[in-house]
């Protein structure tokens, strides 16, 4: 996005897509990764239920609540002044009728000041997006692997019907979607829907095909613990700095060398 100075709006993504400007979407969960991601100039902030891994280390996103992403996208908002920030609706409130997914989906508008709630759905999610959208939500879908349907798609594996992954992130856009996330599907599969759509795809494990891209912000910055997925191309090691920071911290007070006398108040 160009313009460093204003919000980014849905309008910019629908730009980007129109102009065939890759944008960028990551994950942030609190103030300083919040601050980091709106410094670095990334479009979008996703307030991910991914928390619950990330954060909370939890073995799925299933147990993320709505106070849980209350209080992070509460947080998230205040530190991020340009990018859109977006908030996951948690597991399963997009599958109690459209008033429950309306109301948590006001919730999250209201009481963190984030700009659009994400939610993952098939093509069976339809009247819940037209449901928030109608309501001046923005929304966006998120189709293909959906993490919170973990146990029923038999683990986190690639999505590979085309025919269904087009249905649903169809639907999605049909129903009032302003951009679509694509996981973990084909390359292929991510570039016929692509073209196909009106709105903006954002793609994470689907290839260079996507409008935009997104990764969850502790895979990038190498401060996942546990397996990171082969699609993650991580840019700093996080794990390593910290680790280092921490055993040399413990070395030098063991040995009585901190606080030294530039670290001692009189
Ligand atoms: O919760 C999350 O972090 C996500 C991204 C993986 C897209 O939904």
């Not at 000041?113 to 966006?140: F, N, R, S, Y």
Request: glycine share 10%; hydrophobic share 45%.
């Amino acid at each position: 996005m160009p313009d460093l100075a204003r919000r980014v709006t849905v309008l910019d993504l629908a730009a980007a897509k129109r102009d065939r400007r890759p944008f960028t979407m990551v994950t942030a969960y609190d103030w300083p990764t919040g601050q980091l991601a709106d410094a670095a100039g990334v479009d979008c902030v996703l307030v991910g239920d991914s928390v619950a891994m990330v954060v909370a280390g939890r073995s799925s996103t299933i147990p993320a609540t709505l106070e849980q992403m209350i209080y992070h996208g509460e947080i998230v908002s205040r530190a991020v002044s340009r990018a859109l920030v977006v908030v996951d609706l948690p597991f399963p409130l997009q599958h109690l009728g459209v008033r429950t997914a309306v109301e948590s989906s006001a919730r999250l508008l209201k009481e963190t000041g984030c700009q659009a709630v994400k939610l993952e759905g098939t093509a069976g999610q339809a009247d819940i997006i037209a449901g928030i959208a109608a309501a001046g939500i923005p929304v966006m879908g998120h189709v293909g692997l959906r993490p919170q349907a973990v146990h029923q798609l038999g683990g986190y594996r690639m999505q590979r019907d085309l025919d269904r992954l087009m249905a649903d992130a169809e639907a999605a856009a049909h129903a009032g979607a302003f951009a679509v996330v694509l996981e973990c599907v084909p390359q292929e599969a991510a570039a016929t829907i692509t073209r196909s759509l009106s709105v903006p795809t954002v793609g994470i494990g689907a290839g260079p095909h996507c409008d935009g891209q997104v990764l969850v912000m502790h895979d990038l910055i190498g401060l996942s613990s546990g397996r990171v997925p082969r699609f993650v191309r991580a840019y700093a090691d996080v794990q390593a700095t910290v680790g280092d920071a921490l055993a040399r911290w413990r070395r030098d007070v063991e040995n009585r060398s901190f606080p030294g006398p530039d670290e001692t108040l009189g």
